[in-house]
């Protein structure tokens, strides 16, 4: 993996979260405001960026195991990170009432919102499409066991895994059918989506950026801007299972680019989907927020650290 690609990536995430908590002092952050991003973020830009990159690549039954291989490594990633943090936080925190919220933290990382843009960035369009496709992965796991694990007093059904169905997850299937049945889209389409596609990035950091300084005039006195209780989701997820999922993928003969893309994944701070999945079932919201928001400040530095680390290990 090209330090120098992960340093400018990283430097160029940097620049756009400054941009979007510079930003902030502009506008009036509200509900409406939170969902007018979210819906740019996820039903347009993030669609796009799938579509642009199947559109683009061509795809050969080669990229289609390695799809296949990136898929079912996302879910045993998932599960074991969600492992490793449930048994954390039952032994090592005091506190033990947010030990779901603590695993869910701690296993699950944005791999839409930040993962795809910085993949398609550094790997190009096959890049972005196998960090979707573990992005869909990570999709199971929080809308399944993630779901299960929250849920307290409102009963689990099928209708719990009604928000998969959500555009990127469309964007794939749709976009697989079209390229298995040989149907090429017209130009205009091709253009439309790659143009649309360049929104991913700046948008989702723009968001990032405001959510920062959110963070930052609500916080209360009792308590820092950071909490202390986030760091163990934060250990977790940035540090050690990154390089736990690197030394494991060094055994296996896979892909460069498929392992490099799993890898870096994995190293995406926690979901920002974390405070809206909380709230869909009465978890710790203020805990999420936080500590999507942390984390994600802090893999500005941990993903280049992670990577330094791993080429050392591995070499």
């Known amino acids: 993996m090209n330090l120098y690609l992960i340093f400018e990536s990283i430097a160029m995430i940097f620049l756009m979260i400054s941009i979007g908590a ?9 509900s409406d405001t939170q969902g007018v991003f979210i819906s740019l973020i ?26 296949g291989i990136v898929f079912l490594s996302s879910i045993a990633i998932g599960l074991i990170g969600i ?6 936080a039952h032994y090592l925190v005091k506190e033990k009432r947010n030990a ?4 869910i933290m701690s296993g699950l990382g944005n791999t839409a919102f930040i993962g795809i843009p ?3 960035m550094i790997f190009g369009a096959e890049g972005a499409l196998l960090a979707a496709v573990f992005d869909a992965g990570v999709d199971v796991i929080i809308w399944s066991l993630g779901a299960v694990m929250l849920q307290y007093n409102e009963k689990f059904s099928l209708r719990s895994f009604k928000p998969m169905i959500n555009p990127p997850m469309i964007a794939i299937v ?7 049945a040989n149907l090429k889209p017209p130009e205009l389409l091709i253009d439309l989506t790659v143009n649309l596609s360049n929104l991913a990035a700046p948008m989702a950091m723009f968001y990032i950026g405001i959510l920062l300084m959110e963070m930052f005039r609500h916080r209360t006195k009792n308590e820092g801007i950071i909490p202390e209780k986030v760091w163990l989701p934060i250990s977790i997820k940035l540090l050690i299972l990154p390089i736990f999922v690197a030394i494991c993928l060094s055994i296996f003969h896979i892909n460069a680019v498929t392992s490099q893309v799993i890898v870096l994944q994995t190293m995406m701070p926690t979901l920002t989907l974390a ?32 990577v330094f680390i791993v080429k050392i290990i591995l070499n």
Do not use: H, W
């Open 83 to 88: 492992l490793i943090g449930f048994l954390s």
């Open 22 to 30: 510079l930003v902030s002092r502009t506008i009036t952050f509200n």
């Open 42 to 67: 996820v039903n347009v830009a993030m669609p796009c960026i799938i579509l642009a990159s199947i559109f683009t690549v061509e795809i050969d039954y080669r990229l289609i195991n390695q799809m």
């Open 100 to 103: 779901k919220e603590f695993a």
């Open 174 to 180: 749709l976009g697989l059918c079209m390229t298995l």
């Open 118 to 120: 910085v993949c398609a």
């Open 275 to 306: 405070s809206i999945l909380f709230a869909r079932f009465s978890a710790n919201v203020e805990l999420g927020t936080k500590t999507t928001v942390i984390s994600t400040i802090v893999s500005l530095g941990s993903i280049p650290l992670v």
